[in-house]
């Protein structure tokens, strides 16, 4: 066994930085959606099937994370890799002004039709444990945006205007040290609103 290609998720450094030393510790080219990231000739893109080892493996855009966030389609394993678009705890972040949250509702929607039409199953995340219950993964990331979406329209409306205060009305009960990473995904909400007309 070994390493054949190296493909990258997204460009946050927890998941990039190492990417050109692996490469070169294994003779790989790296194959990303940013043009930056990539060690070699091709990108990767929409629709891409990648065929290496005998394993195929489709390239499925999930932007909303961040800009360039890409999941990866294991037809035969009946799952998918999902980078930081599903986590394996917790949630994700849109993590603005890269993340867009209309961007990364059409990936969950996207995410979603992968479990209902092509059958998967499985959840492949960047971070924690693999997630058995994809459909249901899914369906618990839409139903969480829209109720956080719905608290932060509403503490909009109750006079808190600044992403900090939403976030220390909205995340009072989440630990102070992930209130940046919050702060991050208010002001993507706050975007959606406003574009949406609903603030």
Known sequence: MRVALT??????????????????????????????????????????????????LRVVPTPGHTGDSLSFHLPADQAVLTGDTILGRGTTVVAHPDGRLGDYLDSLRRLRSLTVDDGVHTVLPGHGPVLDDAQGVVEYYLAHRAHRLAQVETAVEDGYRTPGQVVAHVYADVDRSLWPAAELSVRAQLDYLEEHGLI
């Open 7 to 56: 493909l990258l998720t997204h460009g946050h450094p927890d998941h990039a930085a190492g990417a050109a030393r692996f490469a070169e510790l294994t003779g790989t080219r790296v194959r990303a959606l940013d043009p930056a990231l990539r060690l070699g000739d091709e990108g990767l893109a929409a629709g891409d099937v990648i065929t290496t080892g005998g394993l195929e």
